[in-house]
């Protein structure tokens, strides 16, 4: 494929690639961008967009990630990788990296990038000492020639992966857990001398082995080391804190109730979204699975999987729906909400109320479908997870300040009440914050409920 180099470019244009430039095109284009020459513009290929679980359907299409722009910078020609100088490591992770150097006219210089699934990073390659050349960084697979994604900026800029600027507090996600490539590259023909930081934004690589709960307390030391509470609050001094003592006699918010409430709620709450690919990841392989199996949550099927199994045989339900608000965002991929589900069934439930079914055209394991007392279209779940889906719902609604309509709230509240929180709840809100760091506060002060009249 024979691709026109542009005249200049975009700040936003690095992406997921296909085909790479020949080395010849590589070459062409760092001359250009050095004496300042422009040719016609090249053409456009469509981004890589990924599909959702074959059998989801809800709308759930996957996060496209860093996708869009020309595929064409895919570093310097291969004769000029060079072993990582003595001020370069060889070897990295996504728990963190800095080091400068200075990169050699053309130069690129590939490093081993150690990542665990869903680590979320932030990437620089900036220039130093008023040094005027053409930075490049790439991530890809080992043994393979194209980038996953790389940056390649405009002009004098900094090179940065994210690429788009709106992207770069958010971070970019690994989708797999492996070691890649990473290549650090001077396009330009003079000299580089660059500074290189990788920061972990959230993930797996956020989490020390030795305090689970990230609060800064170390886990022998930790007084609750599975939720986060620095300051280590013990009211009833019994070396088990508060935040995850169920007798610990005390009122969360004593003067609030309502809106204030729920104003305290969302500003207490400590967020680290995921990716709705990561999040999937996480709620399979980690939050809902019992020493690799899953359980259907409307249905009690258990299914062996240590990987998200493929959508023809488990979905992902959103308790909160995407057509009424969980399409999009954190609100989209929050686990707290999410639950693994039997394909069929997540086609039943769609986006119907919860309420009882006195009139089912089907039903599983406790679970229903059909018309309720006033004839309106509902659907139940089974009484293990009528909790679950009350609090849940109630969550949502707070954090994401949606509306219960008055008939489903009264059920919920009904559910929430008739069964409450147990251990195995606690030990799944635990396992989300591990995570996404925010817990869901109707599962660790189920009083709140009775505090907030209206949803």
């Not at 995850?244 to 207490?268: I, K, M, T």
């Not at 009264?410 to 996404?436: S, Y």
Request: proline share 8%; with cysteine; hydrophobic share 30%.
């Amino acid at each position: 494929m024979l691709v026109d180099l542009p005249p200049s470019y975009d700040t936003e244009r690095s992406m997921t690639l296909r085909p790479a430039l020949s080395n010849l095109s590589i070459l062409l284009m760092a001359a250009a961008l050095q004496v300042g020459c422009a040719g016609e513009p090249g053409s456009e290929v469509e981004p890589d967009t990924s599909s959702p679980d074959a059998g989801d359907t809800s709308p759930d299409t996957s996060d496209p990630g860093d996708t869009g722009g020309d595929p064409e910078d895919t570093g310097g020609d291969p004769e000029d990788v060079g072993d990582p100088g003595p001020d370069i490591p060889s070897r990295i992770s996504t728990s963190g990296a800095s080091f400068s150097g200075t990169l050699a006219p053309n130069e690129s210089v590939t490093i081993t990038l150690a990542s665990s699934n869903g680590d979320r990073v932030i990437i620089w390659l900036r220039k130093k000492n008023g040094t005027t050349w053409n930075p490049y960084v790439a991530i890809r697979d080992m043994g393979e020639t194209d980038p996953i994604v790389y940056g390649n900026p405009s002009g004098n800029a900094d090179a940065s992966i994210p690429f788009r600027s709106a992207d770069i507090p958010d971070g970019w996600t690994f989708s797999a857990g492996a070691d890649y490539a990473l290549d650090i590259s001077n396009l330009a023909s003079l000299p580089a001398e660059f500074s290189f930081t990788l920061e972990c934004v959230a993930g797996p690589c956020a989490y020390d082995p030795d305090d689970r709960d990230s609060d800064g307390v170390l886990n022998a030391s930790d007084n609750c080391p599975d939720t986060p509470n620095s300051e280590q609050a013990d009211i009833d001094g019994d070396d088990l804190g508060d935040l995850c003592d169920d007798d610990d006699g005390r009122d969360l918010y004593p003067d609030l109730s309502d809106d204030a409430l729920e104003d305290a709620l969302r500003a207490d709450r400590d967020h680290a979204g995921l990716s709705y690919d990561a999040a999937r990841d996480a709620l399979f392989e980690f939050v809902d699975n019992d020493n690799g199996f899953v359980e259907a949550a409307y249905t009690g099927v258990r299914i062996e999987t240590s990987v998200k199994p493929p959508g023809s045989v488990l979905n992902t339900e959103h308790t909160w729906p995407q057509s009424r608000g969980a399409d999009s965002g954190d609100a989209r991929s929050d686990l707290h909400h999410l639950f693994p589900v039997i394909p069929s069934v997540n086609s039943r439930r769609s986006n119907n109320y919860f309420g009882v079914v006195t009139d089912p055209s089907w039903e599983e394991a406790g679970s229903k479908y059909g018309r309720g007392a006033n004839d309106e279209t509902l659907f139940e779940p089974r009484d293990a997870h009528k909790g679950d889906v009350a609090r849940a719902i109630f969550y949502f609604a707070v954090m994401y300040e949606g509306d219960i309509i008055p008939e489903e709230e009264a059920i919920l509240r009904a559910w929430h009440a008739q069964f409450p929180p147990d251990g195995a709840d606690r030990a799944r809100n635990n396992r989300v914050a591990q995570r996404q760091r925010s817990r869901n506060p109707f599962v660790d002060f189920p009083e709140l409920v009775e505090k907030i009249d209206d949803f």
